[in-house]
C-alpha cells in the first residue's frame, strides 16, 4: 500500500519575515528532498481547509475568529515576538490543519498504509486559545480529535520528537485519558515545560534530555521509556509530530542527534503501529531550521514510511 504525501503551495507563502527560522525555505527544501527518484511512489495529494468544526474540536471558537480576523491584507501582523502573520498566514493554517486531518481520513479508509505531512505552520505549541511558537493551530490535537468523532477510534496517541516540548499539545491531552502524549525534548529549552513529572491523567509521558545529550540518550528515551509507555496504551492510531531540530546541525538548540537515529525511531514507531493500529499512521513536520539537515531527515523518515507500506503489499 502507498504512503499519502500532502503538502500545498500557499503553506510556503505563510511568510513570518526576514530572517525568521521558520522560513518557506524549510517547506521548500522538503519537497525538493522528496521530489527525488527514490520518492516517486509517494501518492501525493493537495492538503485541504480545515472547517470551522475541525478547528474548534481543539480550539475555542472565539479564538480561531479572533486569529482569521487578525491576519493582516498587507504586510506583518506580529501576535508574539516568534509568531507572526503574514497575508496568506490564515489560509496556509487551515490548509496544515485540514491536511493531517484528511490524511487520517485516507489511513482510516485504508487508500493508503501511512501518511506524512509537509505542511506549515507547525502546530505543537499553540494551545487551546494561545498561537505561540510559530504555531497557530495545533494540527496534531486537531487530527486526533477528529479521528475519534469522525471514525469511532477509542485510543489516539501522539509521539513528538520535536526538539521543542509539545506544550500545546500536552495542554490539549492532559484531562482526557483517551488521548496520549509523548514527548523527548531539550530541557531546559522553549517553553520551559515537558518536566518528567507532569502525567496529565496518567497519559502524559515527558522524557527531558540534556543539551548535548546526542543519539544513546536519545534512544533510550524511546527504549526505556516512551515506546513502552506507548504499547501499554495500546493506541487505535498514532500520530507523530515530527520534528527535525533535534539534529547536530539545527541551530536553535544543541541536542546533537543525528540522522539515523530519527529513521531508527520511525521504523520503531512503524513497527508499533503494525502491532496496534493495523499500520495506521501519520506524521506531520513541526521544527527543523537547518535546510540541509531538515532535507536529509525528511527523506530519511519518509524512506522509512514508504518501505512500511511496502511490506504490506
Known amino acids: ?84 502573520l503574514s497575508p496568506k498566514s490564515g489560509e496556509a493554517a487551515m490548509r496544515a490543519a485540514g491536511g493531517v486531518c484528511a490524511a487520517v481520513d485516507d489511513v482510516m479508509a485504508g487508500r493508503v498504509h501511512n501518511a506524512c505531512c509537509a505542511l506549515r505552520p507547525p502546530g505543537h505549541h499553540a494551545e487551546r486559545s494561545l498561537a505561540m511558537g510559530f504555531c497557530l493551530f495545533n494540527n496534531i490535537a486537531i487530527a486526533a480529535r477528529h479521528a475519534q468523532k469522525q471514525h469511532g477510534l477509542g485510543k489516539v496517541a501522539v509521539v513528538d520528537f520535536d526538539v521543542h516540548h509539545g506544550n500545546g499539545t500536552q495542554h490539549m491531552f492532559e484531562p482526557d485519558p483517551t488521548l496520549f502524549y509523548a514527548s523527548s525534548h531539550q530541557y531546559p529549552a522553549y517553553p520551559g515545560t515537558g518536566d518528567a513529572s507532569e502525567r496529565g491523567c496518567g497519559n502524559i509521558v515527558n522524557v527531558p534530555l540534556r543539551p548535548g545529550s546526542g543519539s544513546m540518550p536519545f534512544r533510550a528515551a524511546y527504549s526505556d521509556i516512551i515506546l513502552p509507555e506507548l504499547r501499554a496504551f495500546a493506541p487505535d492510531l498514532l500520530l507523530i509530530s515530527a520534528g527535525f531540530d533535534a539534529h547536530v546541525r539545527d541551530p536553535l538548540c544543541q541536542l546533537n542527534v543525528e540522522t539515523a537515529d530519527f529513521a531508527w525511531l520511525t521504523g520503531e514507531l512503524c513497527a508499533l503501529a503494525d502491532e496496534f493500529c493495523a499500520g495506521r499512521l501519520v506524521s506531520t513536520l513541526e521544527g527543523g531550521y537547518d535546510l540541509e539537515a531538515l532535507a536529509d531527515c525528511a527523506q530519511a523518515h519518509v524512506g522509512v514510511l514508504l518501505q512500511a507500506g511496502q511490506t504490506t503489499q
Open 1 to 84: 500500500m502507498a504512503t499519502a504525501y500532502y503538502t500545498h503551495p500557499v503553506c510556503i507563502e505563510h511568510d513570518p519575515g526576514f530572517r525568521h527560522p521558520e522560513s518557506p525555505s524549510r517547506l521548500t527544501a522538503v519537497d525538493d528532498a522528496l521530489a527525488e527518484p527514490a520518492f516517486a511512489a509517494l501518492d501525493r495529494r493537495a492538503a485541504p481547509f480545515a472547517s470551522f468544526a475541525q478547528l474548534a474540536l481543539m480550539h475555542d471558537e472565539r479564538y480561531i475568529k479572533a486569529l482569521i480576523n487578525t491576519v493582516p491584507s498587507s504586510g506583518h501582523v506580529a501576535i508574539d515576538g516568534d509568531t507572526i
